[in-house]
């Protein structure tokens, strides 16, 4: 298996998404390896999102490829998706069904049976405090219990790769700090992928981060590297810089 | 097939887990009564069979069997599980068949509910039971087919209401496709290979031979290929939502 630490485990190349007259993606490459945790960063429509459903398979690229664990996501979707676990940006869940129901279709689906399926199942609640609300349907919960059943999801199979759109988008601090270490946790032997508007979780958990604006790739390195970008050595700052500068640039371009 | 299965698993689960699958039968079974004791005459008549209870199947088909089908997709769509299902690994296809499949194994259930009818007609004299059993089968048969034009309707719209209607729309025009209503429109201009062509649509007609007791392979094809048609467009329509 491709379950070696470091070895590269999603490889994004020159990836193009447009909707219609709209150019949501543009020629955007990265690749991110196992142990690595890898922060996506960006304005709200820069493309983060869009660039995630590409390398989960929900859409189909313009241009570019994507490859995952040695598997091209137009060739071979279902090797990928199996090898990945997404959590959409939200948490989407069935919510006229019950926590254990849902988790146990997902598992059936995954290919689980049996006794493997109940182990996993009654880990993966272990592992994210789920047992009070097993019997519960998914629509009477709170936030953080929904999100919480979609990080389940997401890793009930023990996926090789993670993808997380805005993980911790909505919940309390408390919740917050459960997810980033359920996070820490998972990221000796993953490959991870979290997009994210809070930076200060880039410093806390990532061990790089890239940056889109306007579907471009602007910056990608090390949190400490992304700092030194700003005077003040500060993350935000240094954020704001390269946003910013790129949408003055643009300006530029269109008044010349 | 696994997959299927447990698509199709936790399709009927979301119907009878919601009021939709009470509300559906309950109706079902209260329209199909009073059809065929008012409409149909049903004591009236006076005949051992069960003509008058399946003679308004395809009626209560056109309004009730869209309802079931609207959801299957546009759903999923509007409460965004779709991003969830389809990042999952299966193919398009088995999520297809799978919710199909649930929403005509439900369809089902409550065509099997009417059973106190069929003892009803044997109590009260000695009816062809192969001529109903032949008629159940076609009712079911016809009923896969307006679900599979449903199902590939809610495809392609997040409103249900939307799917609904167009649905209803496109299932009339199967129903009566044997009618002067929709054979004028092309009697005028079209050669009569056409219009024989679209004559031989119609659910009537084939449903009509079914139910005379006369179970045809080419009506049995019929239903088959028009699902099949249905589904493989469902597919299409999904897979090209992953492109735009």
Redesign the interface.
Known sequence: MTGENHSVAVEVKSLDKQFGNIHAVRDVSFSVKHGEVLGFLGPNGAGKSTTMKMITGFLEPTAGTVIVNGHDVTIDPIKVKSSIGYLPEGAPSYGEMTVLSFLRFIAEIRGFSGSEMDERISSVVAKINLEAVLGQTIETLSKGFKRRVGMAQTIIHDPDVLIMDEPTDGLDPNQKHEVRSLIKEMAEKKAIIISTHILEEVDAICSRAIIITSGQLLFDGTPSELRSKSEKNDIDDAFRIITTEHYQKQGEVAHS | M??VI??M??EL??YF??PVAYVFIVVFLFLTGIFTFYLGAFYERAQADLEPFFRFHPWLYLFLIPAIAMRLWSEERK???I??L??????IGEAVCGKFLAAWCFTGIAIVLTFPIWITVNYLGNPDNTVIFASYLGSFLMAGGFLAIGSCISAITKSQVIAFVISVVICFLFVLSGFPLVLDFFQGWAPPVIVDAVASFSFLTHFDSIKKGVIDLRDLIYFGVLIVFWLYANVIVIDSR???
């Open positions: 696994n997959n447990a698509i698993k936790r689960y979301g887990s919601t409460s965004g599980t991003e969830l389809m990042t999952l690994p299966i193919s992953k492109a735009s």
